[in-house]
C-alpha cells in the first residue's frame, strides 16, 4: 500500500526495456545497476495496449516487497516526429 507520494517519488527508476518474460510482462534493467525487474504495463483501460521495443527508455515504480518486480509508467520521450 502506498502510503505517500514521498514514497512513491523514493521507488520510482529509470530503465531499459530488455525484452518480455514467458507470460508476456516486460523485461527492465534499472539504470543503476544489472538488477532486472518484471513489470506490467501501466495503461488506460479504454486505450490500446502499448508497444515496447528492446531498447526503449522508461520510467518504472519498483515494488515496495523485496521483490525483482514493478510497473511501467511510460516511455522516456525524445526522437524526431
Same mark, same amino acid.
Given at each position: 500500500m502506498v502510503d505517500s507520494y514521498q514514497e512513491v517519488a523514493a521507488r520510482m527508476r529509470r530503465g531499459t526495456i530488455t525484452g518480455?518474460? +514467458?507470460?508476456? /510482462? @516486460?523485461?527492465?534493467?534499472?539504470?543503476?545497476s544489472e538488477q532486472v525487474f518484471i513489470c506490467d504495463v501501466l495503461r488506460l483501460i +479504454?486505450?490500446? /495496449? @502499448?508497444?515496447?521495443?528492446?531498447?526503449?527508455?522508461?520510467?518504472?515504480?519498483?515494488?515496495?516487497?523485496?521483490?525483482?518486480?514493478?510497473?511501467?509508467?511510460?516511455?522516456?520521450?525524445?526522437?524526431a516526429s
Open positions: 518480455w518474460s +514467458a507470460d508476456r /510482462r @516486460l523485461l527492465v534493467r534499472a539504470e543503476w +479504454a486505450g490500446p /495496449r @502499448l508497444e515496447y521495443p528492446v531498447g526503449t527508455g522508461v520510467v518504472f515504480l519498483a515494488s515496495d516487497d523485496e521483490q525483482e518486480s514493478g510497473y511501467v509508467l511510460g516511455a522516456l520521450g525524445g526522437g
